[in-house]
């Protein structure tokens, strides 16, 4: 089974390029579909009932560095909570070191920080909070119950992508540095009939 609290074992390798734009919304689309359709910070997903809205995070603060306000690769895909609680505070860059390394989430829901850097990401974002581990559990049961009752449709609805993916193709960046990533989105995927059941 697809084990949803499992933090990447590798940094996260950007396979989109877009630069240029000079809103830093105008990216949603692309980190949307670069990080899955999840916050990158949390693991909570679009199709879940437990987060509500997703936004563009800064990983180095506007306030430190407005240059970076349009960087895509300053650019996180992140829920409300996690944004809200992250502020203007530094947090490891997902993209450089592997938040697998640092966090790992038992079957009760509860996180272990691995090392420093996990601390970090714990003491930030308030990933053991009593909340946010009676909703990691919750998930978790619910997961467990479908696979061990064979309950493939519910397996798909928690764990499958959302029906508006994005068409990047139709979106025109200024300028973009990996136009190849475009036939690896999730839509161009699902357009070949290659997408996943469940992620
Ligand atoms: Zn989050």
Redesign the pocket.
């Given at each position: 089974m697809v084990d949803a609290f499992e933090y990447p074992r590798s940094p996260h390798v950007r396979r989109h390029g877009p630069d240029g734009y000079t809103t830093y919304e105008s990216y949603r689309p692309w980190l949307r579909d670069e990080f899955c359709f999840?916050?990158?910070?949390?693991?909570?997903r679009e199709r879940w009932p437990t987060?509500s809205e997703y936004e563009v995070d800064h990983l180095i603060p506007v306030s430190e560095r407005q240059d970076l306000s349009c960087r895509y690769t300053n650019l996180l895909y992140?829920?409300?909570?996690?944004?809200n609680l992250k502020a203007d505070l530094r947090i490891p860059d997902p993209c450089s070191i592997a938040y697998g390394n640092c966090l790992r989430v038992n079957d009760d829901g509860t996180i272990e920080s691995l090392n420093e850097k996990g601390r970090v990401l714990v003491r930030t974002?308030r990933l053991d909070r009593a909340d946010r581990v009676r909703q990691r559990r919750m998930i978790i049961e619910i997961l467990i119950d479908a696979q061990e009752t064979g309950n493939t449709r519910r397996l798909r609805d928690w764990l499958g992508f959302p029906e508006d993916l994005d068409n990047l193709r139709k979106l025109h960046p200024p300028t973009n540095h990996r136009l190849e990533g475009i036939g690896e989105s999730w839509f161009s995927r699902r357009e070949r009939c290659e997408l996943p059941e469940t992620y």
């Open positions: 999840r916050c990158v910070l949390c693991l909570h987060t992140v829920c409300r909570r996690c944004n974002l």
